[in-house]
C-alpha cells in the first residue's frame, strides 16, 4: 500500500520503536519537499569494472526510466535521508559482477572510457519535481578522488553492519565473507554517541540472532 499510494511504512514491535517512527521521525514523512525522486549512479569504468547494488530491489527502475517524468517514483520528506551501499570490483580485476551505464555517458566515448575523467570514480544524478511543477529537475555532482576518505566513518561503520546482518540472515548468494560477528563488530564501531538508542538495540538483535545461530549450529552437531 505505501509503495502504490506514495507512503511511507513501519514495523513497530516496542516502545522504543513507537517513539522512534511516531515522535522522532513523522516529521520527516509529514512534510514532502519533492516528488518523483530518482537517483541514478553512473560508474568511470576506468576506476570501476563493475558494481552491485545492495539491497533496493523493490525500488529499481529500468535505466530508461530515469528521466521519464510519466514514471511514478518516490517522494522526499523533510528530513529524510537515504543510504545506498554498492559493492564493487575495481578496474583490471576479474569479476562476473559487470554493470551498466546510464545516458548519455559521461565516461565512455564511443565506447571508449574518457581519460580526462580518470580521477573521477563516478557520478550521481538525481532528478525530482518541485512540489508545484510536473517537469522535473536534474541535479548532478562527480565523486573524486579528492572526495573519497579513506577513514571508515561511525555512520558508514553502521550502515554496513546493517547490510551484512540482512545479506546473512537471507543468506544471500553475495554475502561472501559476512557473519553475525562481522555485522556485529561493524555495529559496535559504528554505535557513535546514540541518543535515543537505536544503534544498541539493533546491536542487541545481531547479538541475539548470533546466539540462537550457535545454538541451531549445537542441536545439528548433536543430532549428527
Not at 528521466?67 to 576479474?94: F, Q, R, W
Not at 545479506?167 to 553475495?174: D, G, K, P, T
Request: proline fraction near 2%.
Amino acid at each position: 500500500l505505501a509503495d502504490k499510494g506514495n507512503g511511507n511504512y513501519a514495523y513497530v514491535d516496542t516502545f522504543l520503536e513507537a517513539r522512534k517512527v511516531f515522535g522522532t521521525e513523522l516529521t520527516a514523512t509529514l512534510f514532502t519537499i519533492a516528488r518523483d525522486v530518482k537517483i541514478q549512479v553512473e560508474f568511470n569504468p576506468a576506476r570501476v569494472r563493475g558494481y552491485r547494488l545492495i539491497g533496493y530491489e523493490n525500488r529499481l527502475l529500468e535505466r530508461e526510466d530515469f528521466n521519464d517524468d510519466a514514471k511514478d517514483a518516490g517522494e522526499l520528506g523533510a528530513g529524510h535521508t537515504v543510504t545506498a551501499l554498492y559493492e564493487i570490483v575495481p578496474a583490471g580485476v576479474e569479476s562476473d559482477v559487470l554493470s551498466g551505464s546510464v545516458d548519455p555517458l559521461r565516461y565512455q566515448a564511443e565506447g571508449r572510457p574518457t581519460a580526462s575523467r580518470h580521477s573521477e570514480w563516478l557520478t550521481v544524478k538525481l532528478r525530482y519535481k518541485p512540489l508545484d511543477a510536473d517537469r522535473s529537475r536534474l541535479m548532478t555532482r562527480a565523486v573524486e578522488d579528492r572526495d573519497a576518505s579513506r577513514e571508515l566513518s561511525g555512520d558508514f561503520a553502521f550502515a554496513a553492519g546493517v547490510a551484512a546482518f540482512g545479506m546473512v540472515l537471507r543468506e544471500s548468494e553475495h554475502r561472501g565473507s559476512a557473519s553475525f560477528g562481522q555485522a556485529l563488530e561493524l555495529a559496535r564501531r559504528g554505535r557513535g554517541a546514540d541518543e535515543h538508542g537505536y544503534r544498541a538495540e539493533f546491536i542487541r538483535l545481531v547479538e541475539t540472532a548470533q546466539s540462537l545461530g550457535i545454538a541451531m549450529r549445537e542441536e545439528r552437531s548433536r543430532g549428527e
